[in-house]
């Protein structure tokens, strides 16, 4: 684990893979009634049959949201408070089916020097067990403050 003058010398070094975890049709179905977003490709098992996927597909953003345990086990700095200050891109090249396994990787872009700490630049990819392209590729900055 880094400490917060140490971060600089993560500039273009991969991060990663973290362990792989499993998508859920009930961790689906949470994240539909949280955002209140019942579509049918997400939470219709029988539906989504005979959608464009063959099956249920995790929402994109519930994707997004898994970025945060997935930077805080990637990038965690031992003597600093991390934030997410927020994102320059994001991409959904390809599903993150119900079912399948998924994992995240990072690489750091850049880091700079802020007033009380480091601003790091992190690309951080979804990896879906056996798919060739990620289910998210995301350009996230986090602020590190001593």
Same mark, same amino acid.
């Given at each position: 684990?880094?400490?917060? *003058?140490?971060?600089?010398?993560?500039?273009?070094?991969?991060?990663? #893979?973290?362990?792989?975890?499993?998508?859920?049709?009930?961790? $689906?179905?949470?994240?539909? /009634?949280? %955002?209140?977003? *019942?579509?049918?490709? *997400?939470?219709? #098992?029988?539906?989504?049959?005979?959608?464009?996927?063959?099956?249920?597909?995790? *929402? &994109?953003?519930?994707? @997004?949201?898994?970025?945060? #345990?997935?930077?805080?086990?990637?990038?965690?700095?031992? /003597?600093? %408070? &991390?934030?997410?200050?927020?994102? /320059?891109?994001?991409?959904?090249?390809?599903?993150?089916? $119900?079912?399948?396994?998924?994992?995240?990787?990072?690489?750091?872009?850049? @880091?700079?020097?802020?007033?009380?700490?480091?601003?790091?630049?992190?690309?951080?990819?979804?990896? $879906?067990?056996?798919?060739?392209?990620?289910?998210?590729?995301?350009?996230?900055?986090?602020?590190?403050?001593?």
């Amino acid at each position: 684990m880094p400490t917060l *003058h140490e971060l600089p010398g993560l500039a273009g070094q991969r991060l990663g #893979p973290t362990q792989w975890r499993e998508m859920t049709q009930e961790r $689906v179905n949470a994240f539909a /009634d949280v %955002t209140e977003d *019942h579509n049918y490709i *997400h939470v219709d #098992p029988e539906r989504a049959k005979a959608s464009p996927f063959g099956r249920t597909i995790a *929402h &994109g953003y519930l994707g @997004v949201a898994l970025l945060a #345990p997935i930077s805080q086990q990637l990038l965690a700095v031992e /003597d600093a %408070t &991390g934030v997410n200050y927020g994102m /320059d891109r994001l991409r959904f090249p390809a599903p993150l089916p $119900v079912g399948e396994r998924f994992r995240g990787t990072a690489e750091v872009a850049e @880091v700079t020097e802020i007033k009380g700490g480091m601003q790091v630049k992190v690309t951080l990819e979804i990896e $879906v067990d056996g798919q060739e392209r990620p289910a998210l590729v995301a350009d996230c900055l986090f602020r590190y403050y001593a």
